[in-house]
């Protein structure tokens, strides 16, 4: 379980902390992915289609530097 102090009375900064450590740990996008059953196909086209997307993207910056 996540827990966060409050330090002099200030709860908006207890928040912020608190939402940042619970998208670290992968709370939000765990939630999203449990949300409805994806069949075993259409995960695997998901998982390539994010794999080219993260591809092109790293081949977009390391191309950035050299120009």
């Not at 102090?5 to 619970?22: C, E, P, S």
């Not at 259409?42 to 191309?63: F, Y």
Request: hydrophobic share 20%; aromatic share 2%; charged share 45%.
């Amino acid at each position: 379980m996540t827990q966060v102090t409050v330090k002099n009375g200030n709860l908006d900064m207890a928040l912020r902390k608190f939402k940042q450590k619970v998208a670290r740990d992968g709370v939000p996008s765990e939630c999203k992915k449990r949300e409805c059953y994806d069949k075993p196909g259409v995960k695997r086209r998901k998982a390539k289609k994010e794999g080219i997307k993260n591809t092109q993207k790293r081949n977009r910056n390391r191309n950035k530097g050299r120009d």
